[in-house]
């Protein structure tokens, strides 16, 4: 059975589905509906539903076409990615979005509108870059992070599975950020931040 690259299936379809249903539509996909654990009364998009990732239905369109995890959560998009393994994935990656040739990108990564991605910089599996990110020259952004709108990684950052950088964040050139951290909006963030934290403020504190 031929794959239909160009044709996408969403999993997962909501807000922030939306924004990625229309990225993907401005790169010239064509959608071809969506999985989720129950029909959706608000379907701007006017998709069918194919029941859960699960179903049928859902893996009879999979077989023949490219998915793309439309889901803010991280933990739920790495679980989901892991059990879709089998099939093909695509990119979401905005027209207005700056990339260097130089930099690398995993499958399912989200890029939205104005995100810029300087030279060397890795972005992992399943990465939300939002609106305005900016990732500065050999940062490391591990599978199944997210950078909300406005962030900044300056220089040599690294950001840690599962972790979550707030709108308008800005994190210093050289620090690591740990697994599992969520940085609150608009935290300034000087020091190295350990796994499993929650960091707010500016400068940067830990919330015990």
């Known amino acids: 059975m031929s794959l239909e690259k160009n044709k996408v299936i969403l999993v997962g379809y909501s807000g922030h589905a939306y924004v990625v249903a229309d990225i993907l539509l401005r790169t010239g996909a064509s959608l071809i509906g969506y999985c989720d654990a129950v029909e959706k ?9 194919y029941g859960d990732f699960h179903s ?78 900016i990732i500065e020259h050999e940062c490391i952004i591990a599978d199944f992070a997210h950078l909300a709108p406005g962030s900044v990684l300056c220089g040599n950052v690294s950001v840690g599975e599962n972790s979550f950088i ?17 940085i609150g909006a608009g935290a300034v963030i000087l020091k190295d931040v350990a796994d499993n934290c929650t960091v707010v403020g500016n400068p940067g504190r830990e919330l015990l």
């Not at 998009?77 to 990119?91: Q, Y």
């Not at 707030?166 to 969520?182: R, S």
């Open 56 to 133: 049928d239905a859902a893996n009879e369109v999979l077989e023949k076409s490219s998915f793309f995890i439309a889901i803010g959560n991280n933990k739920t998009r790495r679980e989901i990615f892991g059990k879709l393994n089998a099939f093909s994935s695509v990119n979401a990656i905005d027209p207005s979005a700056i990339i260097s040739d130089r930099s690398t990108m995993g499958a399912s990564v989200m890029v939205g509108t104005g995100v810029k991605i300087n030279a060397f910089a890795s972005i992992g599996n399943g990465v939300i870059c939002n609106t305005g990110a």
């Open 41 to 49: 009364e608000n379907n701007p998009f006017g998709l069918p539903w």
């Open 166 to 182: 707030g709108a308008n964040a800005v994190v210093k050139q050289g620090i690591k950020i740990g697994k599992n951290v969520t």
